[in-house]
């Protein structure tokens, strides 16, 4: 994304109340969809851009975290709408609905959720779950609305997998996820653009306030002969990077309202609708693909586009 | 010849009687204090108790059970976790020894209130 484009998008981000989080894997022209014949893993690879959003917990109601719970989402999908370059797809990184303990209403928010985020202009969106969807059930209800707990396209030569570790509540990859990861893996070479999307983090970013995946580190020991690795999860409402040796891992802020910095509070509490600052902590993020060159070029904006 | 046969039998009799209940008092003197059970019930959303004081060197066993649904308890600081599974009891040896409040908590995802089931654990000297 040349530095004209950036602006632009950052400016229709802002107009929108969102929050937008640029996370670019290298700089380069949006758009220009150029084609490298050498590139990585021995794909044809472009440049290209996606989004993500997460944690839109669908059916919470709090007015004094959020008082504009049935209106946050919408807006998130406008936004999104209003990009004047729209991106190549769209990913919902888990709890995508909150949690209840009755089957149907579960499955009434997911229908909302589904019909909601139907308005993308973007026809191509990819969801993963979180344990507000998924944990109780162990993904009966989601896998009836959106599809597979685990799966990995490929696009424009990057190689993304979507891990599951919600579906079990004890936050478990599991022995036959892990198998099904390494013979995935196993298919690619060293060298090839890998991103993972997950829920949770795969490592141990504050257990005591279940922000940790139990077999985690099995996940990331899979991943480490892999020198071009990416993480981008939720579960943590607000934005944390954290780097498990050459293997970056960026969360998301939510869509219906922020938590905490990790440990920094006795108690682990939303954090109250800031009445001078609607929709402070929420947001989405765009994030840029650039193939030619593997680094991380991150850019932080608040809600003026500054 | 037979006074000299009684009060040789007498004499082994008291010899051995005296090395018995020596034995008997470095046994007692020297056995290990009892454990102390606590018992934990789990439930949606909350254990109690959810604070527990014990003391450090104490030997304790946690005897954890679930009310309602499978929970989970993590006791991290001391690398303590077991899965609480309902109809079964979870019996987990504790050693503390280091003083100081401790959280523990489900790790289990339970509901909409899970991530306030916790509990503290403090030890004291």
């Known amino acids: 994304m040349s530095q004209i484009d950036r602006r632009g998008f950052i400016k229709l981000a802002g107009l929108g109340g969102g929050l937008v989080f640029a996370s670019s894997l290298g700089l380069n022209t949006l758009g220009s969809a150029l084609d490298y014949a050498n590139g990585y893993g021995g794909k044809k690879v472009k440049d290209f851009y996606f989004v993500q959003l997460s944690d839109t917990h669908w059916g919470f109601s709090g007015p004094k975290v959020n008082p504009d719970a049935e209106g946050t989402l919408k807006k998130a999908v406008q936004v999104v709408n209003g990009l004047e370059a729209q991106p190549d797809f769209i990913v919902f990184t888990g709890d995508l609905t909150h949690t209840t303990d009755d089957v149907q209403v579960r499955k009434d928010r997911m229908a909302q959720f589904k019909d909601i985020v139907g308005q993308l202009k973007v026809p191509m969106v990819h969801f993963m779950a979180g344990e507000h969807d998924a944990s109780l059930d162990r993904g009966d209800a989601y896998q009836q609305f959106f599809g597979k707990l685990n799966y990995t396209f490929d696009h424009k030569g990057v190689h993304f997998i979507v891990l599951d570790n919600v579906s079990d509540p004890g936050a478990i990859v599991g022995e036959s996820q892990l198998y099904w990861l390494k013979a995935d893996l196993k298919q690619q070479k060293t060298d090839a653009r890998i991103v993972v999307l997950t829920h949770r983090p795969l490592f141990d970013l504050y257990p005591d306030w279940d922000w940790a995946t139990r077999d985690g580190s099995a996940v990331i020991d899979a991943l480490m002969p892999h020198k071009n690795v990416t993480v981008f999860y939720g579960h943590i409402h607000q934005e944390h990077h954290q780097m498990t040796g050459h293997i970056a891992h960026h969360s998301a802020k939510s869509l219906m309202f922020p938590l905490p910095a990790p440990g920094s509070v006795p108690k682990k509490a939303p954090i109250p609708w800031d009445a001078s600052a609607p929709y402070k902590g929420l947001g989405l993020r765009n994030i840029e693909a650039e193939v030619r060159q593997v680094k991380y070029g991150i850019t932080e904006l608040d809600l003026n586009g500054g | ?125």
């Open chain 2, 1 to 125: 010849m037979h006074r000299k046969k009684r009060v040789l039998i007498t004499g082994v009799l008291f010899v051995s009687a005296m090395i018995t209940l020596g034995l008997a008092i470095y046994v007692r003197a020297n056995a290990l204090p009892a454990e102390r059970e606590i018992h934990i019930t789990a439930k949606k959303f909350e254990f109690t108790p959810d604070t527990i004081t014990v003391k450090k060197g104490e030997s304790v066993v946690l005897v954890v059970s679930s009310q309602d649904r499978k929970h989970g308890f993590n006791l991290r600081a001391f690398g303590i976790r077991a899965d609480i599974n309902p109809g079964e009891t979870a019996r987990i040896q504790f050693n503390p020894n280091k003083t100081g409040k401790f959280t523990f908590s489900c790790d289990v995802f339970c509901g909409e209130g899970h991530e306030d089931m916790t509990g503290t654990i403090v030890v004291t000297e």
